[in-house]
C-alpha cells in the first residue's frame, strides 16, 4: 500500500511542503525584517560596550596612557577633516590592493591546480607550507632589503605574505567540491576551460570569499608594518609619528580610521559583493540558533 503524504499548509506561505521534505520553509519578511532589525542592534550594542569599557579604563589609567574615547574621536575628526586622512589612506589603500591583487591573480588558478592534479599538489605543497610558516614581519624585511624603501617592496611583502594562505584556502575547496558535478561535466564532454569556470568557480566562491575577508586582514597588517620602517606617507607612517611624541591619542585616533575603513569594505564591499555572486543559491536555514 503507498504511503499516503498529508500536506501541510503554513500560513502565510505560497505552496504547501510535505512532512518527509528536509527543508525549512523560508520565514515571513516581517519576521526576516525583525530578525535583521536585532541582529544590527546587537552589532552596535557590541561596540556601545568597547567603548563603555574604554571608558572605564581611561577613568583607572592617565591620559597619556588611556586617553578618553571622545578625546580620540575628537582626534579622528580633526584628521578626517584636514584633509590628511584621506591623503596618508589612499596611500596604504593602493598598496593593500596591488599586493592582495597579485596574491590572487596566482593563488586561485594555483589553488585549483594543486586541488585537481595530484602531481601539481606534491609539487607546490612543501613551498606553500613553508611560505605560511613564515612571519610577516620577516617577509616585510626582506622585502625592503630587496627592493629598498619603494612602493615595489611593499607590493612584494603583501603578495608574498598572504599567498600561502591563499592558495591553500582555494586548494582545500577545489579537493571538497562536488565530484558528481566533475562526472556529469564529463559525460557532457566539457572542456577543462569550461570545467574551471561553470562547475568548479561557483562551487568555489565561499572560499574565495573567506580568504579575501583573511587576505585583506592580514594585508592591513603587513602594509602598516612596511611603512613603519621608513616610508614617509601611509597610515603606519603616522602612527610612528604619534609614537614618537609619544602621543597615545594620535595613534588610537589613527588606529580608529583605519578600523572604519576596514569597516566599511566588510560589511559594504566585500558584503554587496557576497549577496550578488551568491544570490542563485537557495537560502538554507543555519542549525544554530
Given at each position: 500500500m503507498a504511503k499516503q503524504e498529508k500536506a501541510l499548509v503554513v500560513p502565510g506561505e505560497a505552496e504547501p511542503f510535505s512532512q518527509d521534505d528536509v527543508l525549512v520553509p523560508p520565514r515571513p519578511?516581517?519576521?526576516?525584517?525583525?530578525?535583521?532589525?536585532?541582529?544590527?542592534?546587537?552589532?552596535?550594542?557590541?561596540?556601545?560596550?568597547?567603548?563603555?569599557?574604554?571608558?572605564?579604563?581611561?577613568?583607572?589609567?592617565?591620559?597619556?596612557?588611556?586617553?578618553?574615547p571622545w578625546e580620540t574621536l575628537a582626534e579622528a575628526g580633526?584628521?578626517?577633516?584636514?584633509?590628511?586622512?584621506?591623503?596618508?589612506?589612499?596611500?596604504?589603500l593602493r598598496r593593500v590592493l596591488v599586493g592582495f591583487g597579485l596574491a590572487m591573480a596566482v593563488s586561485i588558478p594555483l589553488g585549483i591546480l594543486m586541488g585537481t592534479l595530484r602531481n601539481m599538489e606534491s609539487f607546490f605543497e612543501p613551498p606553500v607550507i613553508l611560505g605560511l610558516t613564515m612571519p610577516g614581519l620577516i617577509w616585510a624585511v626582506l622585502m625592503i632589503m630587496f627592493f629598498g624603501l619603494t612602493e615595489t617592496s611593499a607590493y612584494a611583502a603583501v603578495a608574498i605574505t598572504i599567498f600561502p594562505m591563499l592558495t591553500i584556502s582555494i586548494w582545500q575547496g577545489t579537493k571538497s567540491i562536488d565530484k558528481d558535478l566533475i562526472d556529469m561535466?564529463?559525460?557532457?564532454?566539457?572542456?577543462?576551460?569550461?570545467?574551471?569556470?561553470?562547475?568548479?568557480?561557483?562551487?568555489?566562491?565561499?572560499?574565495?570569499?573567506?580568504?579575501?575577508?583573511?587576505?585583506?586582514?592580514?594585508?592591513?597588517k603587513v602594509v602598516v608594518v612596511v611603512e613603519m620602517f621608513g616610508f614617509s606617507d601611509g597610515v603606519g607612517y603616522q602612527v610612528v609619528r604619534g609614537f614618537n611624541?609619544?602621543?597615545?591619542?594620535?595613534?588610537?585616533?589613527?588606529a580608529l580610521?583605519?578600523?572604519?575603513?576596514?569597516?566599511?569594505?566588510e560589511f559594504?564591499?566585500?558584503?554587496?559583493?557576497?549577496?550578488?555572486?551568491t544570490r542563485w543559491r537557495p537560502r538554507v536555514e543555519a542549525w544554530r540558533r
Open positions: 519578511k516581517a519576521a526576516r525584517g525583525k530578525k535583521a532589525v536585532w541582529n544590527n542592534s546587537l552589532r552596535i550594542a557590541s561596540v556601545v560596550a568597547i567603548f563603555f569599557i574604554w571608558w572605564i579604563l581611561s577613568l583607572i589609567f592617565p591620559p597619556t596612557l588611556i586617553p578618553k580633526a584628521i578626517i577633516s584636514s584633509g590628511n586622512f584621506f591623503v596618508e589612506m589612499g596611500s596604504t561535466s564529463n559525460v557532457f564532454q566539457a572542456t577543462p576551460l569550461m570545467k574551471i569556470v561553470e562547475v568548479i568557480l561557483p562551487q568555489l566562491i565561499s572560499h574565495i570569499l573567506a580568504a579575501i575577508r583573511y587576505g585583506l586582514g592580514l594585508a592591513w611624541v609619544f602621543s597615545m591619542k594620535t595613534v588610537l585616533a589613527w580610521t583605519f578600523l572604519i575603513v576596514m569597516i566599511l569594505i559594504g564591499l566585500i558584503g554587496w559583493f557576497e549577496r550578488t555572486v
